[in-house]
Each structure stands twice: as structure tokens, then as C-alpha cells.
């Protein structure tokens, strides 16, 4: 992992890039439960290992907005943009998820710097988001995500 750091000044510049790939997270059973009881959604795919293990997966899988709602810690590692008081996520404009998460998996998530727009008071960026188990070969989760920073 390696962190790029950008100047709110000079993001625009950098539209296009790639910016880095986050060290690996576990995704654990203890981590996906926590997520159906802070979500209400206890679906046997991701909270019943006995029952998921005869499944269409063979065994648990992460909810898919389990993966996604990694992204701003994972992100922390991937970018760090100077020249601001605050950062907020300001949504997605486009979220796909190809392939499972796995209980046990390594995810990974790289970032490229899709569009920057001036607005008031600062800079809204765009992010391309690619979460990805380690050693596979079809991302898990891919997603257009947009943050806004202030001055």
C-alpha cells in the first residue's frame, strides 16, 4: 500500500490516474454478523454458515453494501487530500457487485480518479472503486463513488 497525497489545488490534475490499492481486510464471520445487526438484514446467505454451506456459494458470503461501506477507511489508505478542513461522501452514482465476498476473504480496494468539479467553497471528486478478493480474478464490487471537500 501506498498512500497518494494531492493538494485540493491539484486533484484536477490527476484525473485519469490511478491512485493505489489499500492493504488487504479480513472479512470475517464476526464481521459480516456485526453488519446484519447493524443493517436488519440477517439474510441465511450471510449469517448461517451451516445453511450457506449447502448454498449457491458454499459457504457465507458478505453483503454487498457490507463491501462497500469499507470504502472510506480502506480509501484513508489509498488517498489523503491536503488543503481542507472537511470531506463528506456525497453518494454513488453507480454501484455493481460481480462477484461474492467469501467469509475468510482478503479484500482489497484500489481507486482511480475519475472527474473533478469545482463547487463552492471547495472540490467535488469522483472516485473509481474496485474491491477485489485477493487472488481472484472478477472484481466484487465495483462502484463510482463521489466525496466533497472544503476548504
Not at 68 to 84: D, F, H, I, T, Y
Not at 108 to 115: G, I, K, N, P, R
Not at 137 to 149: D, G, L, M, N, Q
Request: glycine share 10%; hydrophobic share 45%; with cysteine.
Amino acid at each position: 500500500m501506498s498512500t497518494t497525497v494531492l493538494h485540493l489545488d491539484d486533484l484536477a490534475a490527476r484525473v485519469g490516474t490511478e491512485l493505489g490499492t489499500s492493504d488487504p481486510v479480513l472479512v470475517s464471520q464476526d464481521r459480516i454478523d456485526a453488519f446484519a445487526g447493524a443493517t436488519g438484514d440477517h439474510q441465511w446467505i450471510h449469517t448461517d454458515p451451516a445453511r450457506a454451506a449447502s448454498g449457491p456459494f458454499g459457504g457465507t458470503i458478505a453483503h454487498g453494501y457490507l463491501t462497500l461501506s469499507l470504502a472510506p477507511a480502506l480509501l484513508e489508505q489509498v488517498l489523503r487530500v491536503e488543503g481542507v478542513q472537511m470531506g463528506v461522501n456525497y453518494g454513488a452514482n453507480r454501484v455493481r457487485f460481480p462477484a461474492p465476498v467469501p467469509v475468510g476473504s482478503e479484500l482489497v480496494m484500489s481507486a482511480t480518479l475519475a472527474d473533478v468539479e469545482e463547487i463552492a467553497g471547495g472540490a467535488q471528486v469522483v472516485l473509481g472503486l474496485t474491491f477485489t478478493v485477493r487472488g481472484a480474478t472478477k472484481p466484487s464490487c465495483v462502484a463510482e463513488v463521489v466525496y466533497r471537500f472544503y476548504r
